[in-house]
């Protein structure tokens, strides 16, 4: 196996916490606290209390060890504050690491947040140089991929203006444009689709995949599963400024699911990992028995009822909706689905909000653990689309009514179809 071009060993970052820093204080203040210190200090021992200097601190990341092999698409993903970005900033060094090591067997180009790497007071045009000049690479180079950076960034006519004009889009269009293209082994990516029309989203994933099939390194952060799904091998679940999980991407997209499901409710209104014209939006995404009691997990043979609450836009009425679940095992194989139109049940006029049930009598699937995403119509067009909305746990249960249990997967699939056996005694042939 071939050296990894990424290698991390037992890397930590400490902050002090904002609060324990002071502020900036006056010649007179100064003076005051030098002769006041170390009266509070006898004052707390007299009164049996400890004394402490040490600022109040915390550690973004701890005991974080990988490695990664030249080629691999890297998928990392975790909650808000799991440590994802103070990692990122670490290899791309912008920051220094308190513990641990980083070894980095090539250049790095970095897209982290908007405002990083760029200097305002350039152009476009400059900073497209300075950018190259700091990953290491020669002038002449820059300039052959100059016109193919402006015309990828789709901000052409504004390259010799100042970058600190430049609406939010904009600068994520050139400095993805310029992370790309300027042919780095390692290339660090994090939340590019979290700015940007659908557009340019699509054309960052399509030359995402091209940087990969090249053969260069990718670290991708980002909270769109389907992105993390369709372009990484490979994926690390962060928890805590730790890494709780390392695995291919699908098992990691799974685990995420869990721990977000076991910790916090699955308020859908924040994902940013949704297509759609935004006439409707599901804000929960959960299953439910016949009485309205909402499930951990469902059985298997047993009544289910998928609930998908909505709120519609403040402007559009709800006229023409359809509703779609689609049920997938851990590997991503789409199992089946369920359309509100293919029964036909449309849904001529809605409410602005309310509730989209999907009754179904009896669940065939054998216990384990699968995958929810859903999608939603208004008029005919795409409303809201969201992969890895939710898990649905199947417990056991007796399906066939025969007293039998079927549990082993591997030996009989997921699904489970209703039928029936007899003999044939006349022995016909044909």
């Not at 980083?102 to 152009?123: A, C, T």
């Not at 993805?176 to 054309?203: M, R, S, T, W, Y």
């Not at 059985?299 to 009425?317: H, I, K």
């Amino acid at each position: 196996m071939d050296s990894p071009i990424i290698k991390v060993e037992n890397l930590g970052k400490k902050y002090r916490i904002e609060g324990s820093f002071d502020r900036y204080s006056t010649i007179r203040e100064t003076l005051k606290e030098v002769f006041l210190t170390p009266v509070r200090r006898l004052r707390a021992l007299a009164q049996g209390q400890g004394v402490s200097d040490a600022p109040e601190t915390f550690w973004a990341l701890q005991n974080v060890s990988f490695a990664v092999q030249p080629g691999e698409v890297v998928g990392i993903i975790g909650r808000n504050g799991a440590g994802k970005t103070t990692l990122l900033k670490i290899l791309s060094r912008v920051t220094n690491p308190t513990t641990g090591r980083v070894v980095l067997g090539g250049r790095v180009g970095s897209l982290l947040e908007v405002g990083v790497g760029f200097h305002p007071e350039l152009s476009g045009r400059d900073n497209i140089y300075l950018s190259g000049a700091i990953m290491g690479m020669k002038r002449a180079e820059i300039a052959r991929k100059y016109d193919e950076i402006a015309a990828f960034s789709g901000v052409e006519d504004f390259l010799n203006t100042p970058v600190k004009r430049y609406s939010s889009g904009m600068y994520t269009r050139l400095a993805f444009a310029v992370a790309a293209h300027l042919e780095p082994e390692i290339l660090i990516v994090d939340e590019v689709l979290a700015v940007g029309d659908l557009g340019f989203q699509n054309k960052c994933l399509g030359k995402m995949s091209e940087v990969a099939r090249s053969g260069r390194t990718v670290l991708f952060v980002s909270h769109n599963l389907s992105a993390i799904a369709t372009l990484c091998t490979r994926g690390l679940l962060l928890e805590k400024g730790e890494i709780v999980f390392q695995g291919n991407s699908s098992e990691v997209i799974s685990q995420y699911v869990k721990l977000t499901r076991a910790m916090e409710p699955q308020d859908l209104s924040h994902r940013l990992d949704r297509k759609g014209t935004g006439a409707l939006r599901v804000t929960r995404f959960y299953m439910e028995d016949e009485a309205g009691r909402i499930l951990e997990a469902a059985q298997s043979g047993g009544c289910v009822r998928f609930v998908l609450e909505y709120e519609g836009a403040a402007d559009t009425p709800l006229k023409e909706v359809a509703g779609h679940i689609m049920v997938a095992d851990g590997s991503r194989y789409r199992l089946f689905s369920f359309l509100s139109e293919i029964v036909g049940e449309p849904f001529s006029s809605l409410p602005r909000t309310g509730r989209l049930i999907c009754r179904v009598p009896e669940l065939p699937l054998l216990p384990g653990n699968y995958d929810l995403h859903f999608s939603c119509l208004v008029g005919r067009q795409l409303a809201d689309k969201m992969h890895f909305a939710a898990s649905l746990v199947v417990a056991e249960g007796d399906f066939f009514g025969t007293g039998r249990l079927f549990t082993d997967r591997d030996a009989y699939g997921n699904v489970l179809v209703h039928h029936t056996w007899t003999v044939d005694t006349e022995n016909r042939t044909f």
